[in-house]
């Protein structure tokens, strides 16, 4: 694996360490029973992954759907550094998440660690990097506790990236692989990954989204 062989593991590894100290430093004053503070590390892993993944996204002239056709290569490190970052988040968040016993968040971080593990085996870790444009609304999310109108911001770039652009590449990729019969290599295993992977986050983002839906309309309370 190009992982491995540029010594690319490291990068996940101290990104969860990473994330793990700041989700601690960000609560050790907490007395006991008291609300944890679950935005600092969210926030900063939005921060991080998200801004790049939206430049080298529209940065580019070709759709990624057609990257992950033609196999195209890297064409910069941060299109790998990126999706590793990631990975460390998720094994934080699901460490996290099975502690408090949040199960929608141990699939969410199970789905991600697996998709990527899979991708980062056949050395395409890299054509991950468009899907973290997805976390910009966690930016706004976790901003809410600021000022709740950036729920605002939350739903307008949440419907924008997961109801829009990353299920729009998602579905060009499947109608090519499965209608056009465009092929590419180990298209035999990647091609059903990707396929079961989208419909588990596109299903969760329905989900997800429909209660952003409820709440903007009144029918459900703000978080």
Not at 25 to 44: F, H, Y
Not at 130 to 139: F, K, V, Y
Not at 172 to 181: R, T
């Amino acid at each position: 694996s190009p992982i491995v062989d540029k010594g690319l593991l490291s990068i996940p590894l101290m990104a969860g360490l990473a994330f793990q100290a700041i989700h601690s430093l960000s609560n050790w004053r907490l007395a006991p029973g008291a609300k944890r503070d679950n935005v600092t590390a969210p926030l900063i892993h939005a921060l991080v992954t998200s801004l790049p993944a939206n430049y080298l996204y529209f940065s580019r002239k070709d759709p990624g759907w057609l990257r992950v056709i033609r196999n195209d290569p890297p064409k910069t490190e941060l299109e790998t550094v990126l999706p590793l970052i990631t990975m460390g988040y998720a094994g934080y968040e699901m460490l996290d998440s099975l502690l408090q016993k949040e199960w929608i968040y141990v699939f969410h971080s199970g789905g991600i660690l697996a998709v990527a593990g899979l991708f980062a085996s056949t050395g395409r870790l890299h054509l991950l990097s468009d899907t973290l444009m997805m976390e910009t609304s966690s930016i706004f999310y976790n901003l809410r506790r600021v000022n709740t109108n950036f729920l605002y911001g939350f739903a307008a770039a949440f419907f924008f990236y997961r109801w829009g652009v990353i299920p729009y590449e998602w579905f060009q990729l499947m109608k090519a692989a499965y209608y056009d019969g465009m092929r590419y290599p180990d298209d035999q295993i990647m091609t059903p990954a990707v396929l079961a992977g989208g419909l588990l986050f596109n299903g969760l983002n329905f989900f997800w989204g429909m209660k952003i839906l409820k709440i903007l309309s009144g029918g459900e309370k703000r978080p």
